[in-house]
């Protein structure tokens, strides 16, 4: 049995790993969370310690660690005896943090894909671009890796899997829907890192279609849902890490993403793109200074995690899954509805970072526990979906499931 | 007499303003241009010569200078031997530069009010803030210094003194229009330097109206306007230098200045403006870089000069003076029309430099034949008119009145 975890990152939704973990650290055992500023690990285990998260008493102890370097975080790896690495830092240190855990052993998780600060959107399937790379190397070690367990991706991977393992027999489609439709108050906002919101965003749209990768440009292709409780929202097709492991995973059936924006969104990253302020790419200033746009934009807009207090209303995500059942055309769609306030409350982060957070605590559970410490590289529609998604029933991300036979919990 | 012309600034402007000495050498004697980098003076001079722009073999020389540091341009001053000095440089220099004139007994001119970089919109009047305070001290020395002697500032204020003079007893409102109805076919660009086109929009929007200054915000007072040749165009109140100057010397009159916006100009600066990223205050970035923001917005956005190759379509800019003609109400509109395209041909910048830039040649013209070298410090409309605006209908810049008798040019 796995035990101990170090928490890598310190940002809104490294707050609400650090909460899971709290309150599960009677399975988890010693906590430890590190990033490059200690004081915001400080202050997310004082936030712990304000709500009385923890469980039993027990170790949760903050570092400073710069995870770009390896050596660094695999010595830190030792010094805390974690067995257990939750990545939810920058996605640009997934690659070191990875190596850490293939050195010493430790279980490896993180929330996205790995990104080169230089460059955006590379060549699907975008996995394959790093983190694929060493999966023969996990194998080699035994180490258990598993990529993208946050809630897009990561559950949505999970619900595609139970579809097609319990609702149909061929899988046709899978199209996930992101929408946040609460509100946070100010003129803008990205509701996480804003630099990695909008590089999600400046790149070619890829989905997997007719047995191929199709591209389209950001907010070409939109079209309006109508989901349980959020009603009838708007979402454009956009890239996203997870249609690039499904696209693998079920070769035959269409894969797309679609993420919900306001018309002021739309607005706001127009402009900004347009003019050039979102390239990671360096412009000089008359003055002779080196500074990468996108950088500064997101200098300027609200910290994400300054929302919390005020985020009210909720979010939907899901996956509408099509497929043949029996030689009949069926459907279901399987979904989480989060609410931002709640998530304040108990956690102390907006709903976004909480769908986010949950996850691969049930995750590093089901590790700790043993169902899921499958010893090589995996993503999550890979494993069993069901022990997670009961656990993550029981620990605040319930799932329902909405068909021709109605609106109901998943396992009702 | 007065000769011999230093050019400061080698920006848009400041093409033109060097085409136009070029033009009138005969008249101004040798000719220089000097800022911060000696290659962008030496393009001037380059583009100059490829027209065939000097009327007569003579001097035109380019000089590297910093122009923030005084004594630098008293040197140059005293060892090019100009006795006029063009100011077309950022507005940041203004007093280090007429400070410089002071010291050499230079005649001084610019077409913007100085700026101290690290504030927006001082106190009403602006020229009280720096330029007034220096009246005395050329009055002393009996230097000619002439503020804000561009289009607008410059060729407007001698609109309203026109006006004033020819067309009625008491003045009771100026309004002041700039409307560039031109295209440069890129999705967004300002038309001039971009850090100070949005300075000029970020503060506080002063209007002289019932004897006093009255405040509003930017974009919150628009009105249709229906102006020659370029038809009916949406304009809003704007603050503005001359609004300052004219309200000081017609203090019974409302000065009002009005700039139209299109709705894709108005949505981009509310975008950046919004986002903070028209600051003029430091922000630092996630990796500890201090940048100011509007200058990365500088950075980003096209410049300036490179738009005159494919600038189509006019400008209007004029005055609607209106007042009491023995007894009666009356009013007149005085403006020019300049276009894009042949301001290009002949000088190989847009209609908009152009407009700027010629006026303070004229003036150059007329101190250097002892019309206007009045050996002290004024605004535009404290100098005799007709004969500036002769000259300017000869150089380019053709007035023209349109009231109760119909449109014709000025002196008909």
């Known amino acids: 049995m796995k035990r101990n975890v170090l928490i890598i990152g310190a940002g809104g939704v490294a707050q609400v790993v650090a909460h899971k973990c709290a309150q599960n650290n009677d399975v988890l055992g010693d906590l430890h969370i590190a990033s490059r500023t200690v ?6 285990l004082d936030s712990v310690h304000e709500k009385g998260a923890m469980k039993q008493p027990g170790v949760f102890k903050a570092h ?9 975080v695999a010595q830190l790896i030792r010094d805390t005896g974690a067995r257990i690495v939750i990545n939810v830092g920058s996605p640009f240190v997934n690659m070191t943090v990875l190596q850490a855990c293939i050195d010493t052993g430790a279980a490896y998780m993180d929330t996205a894909i790995h990104e080169d600060p230089a460059k955006i959107c590379e060549t699907p399937p975008w996995y394959g671009n790093y983190e694929w790379k060493r999966r023969e190397a996990c194998e080699k070690a035994g180490v258990t890796a598993i990529l993208g367990i946050g809630f897009d991706p990561g559950v949505v991977n999970a619900y595609a899997r139970l579809a097609a393992d319990d609702y149909m027999d061929t899988v046709t489609s899978i199209d996930i829907v992101d929408i946040n439709a609460g509100s946070h108050g100010r003129w803008f906002s990205t509701n996480f890192d804003p630099e990695i919101n909008f590089r999600e965003f400046t790149g070619t749209v890829y989905s997997w279609q007719n047995g191929a990768w199709q591209t389209n440009t950001m907010f070409e292709v939109g079209r309006e849902w109508d989901l349980p409780v959020v009603g009838k929202q708007k979402a454009y097709m956009t890239g996203h890490d997870e249609v690039h492991s499904l696209a693998a995973n079920y070769p035959d059936a269409d894969v797309r993403f679609w993420m919900g924006f306001g018309d002021h969104y739309i607005n706001v990253f127009t ?3 347009n003019l050039g302020l979102l390239s990671e790419q360096p412009v000089k200033t008359a003055e002779g200074l080196e500074v990468i746009p996108l950088k500064v934009v997101k ?3 609200p910290d994400p995690s300054s929302l919390a207090p005020d985020y009210v209303g909720k979010t939907c995500i899901g996956d509408l899954v099509k497929g043949i059942k029996d030689g009949k055309e069926v459907e279901v769609f399987i979904y989480n509805v ?19 957070g949950v996850p691969p605590v049930a995750a590093a559970m089901l590790i700790a526990n043993g169902t899921w410490d499958i010893g090589t590289m995996v993503n999550v529609e890979e494993l069993d979906p069901k022990p997670f998604l009961t656990l993550l029933d029981q620990i605040g991300l319930p799932t329902r499931v909405k068909d021709a036979a109605g609106d109901r919990p998943w396992n009702a």
């Open 64 to 72: 400073a660690l710069d995870a770009m370097d390896s050596a660094a």
């Open 271 to 273: 402009v900004l793109k």
């Open 338 to 356: 989060a609410d931002h306030k709640d998530a304040y409350n108990e956690v102390g982060s907006q709903g976004i970072s909480y769908t986010a």
């Open 39 to 44: 004081a915001k690990c400080q202050a997310i």
């Open 299 to 301: 200098a300027v807009l």
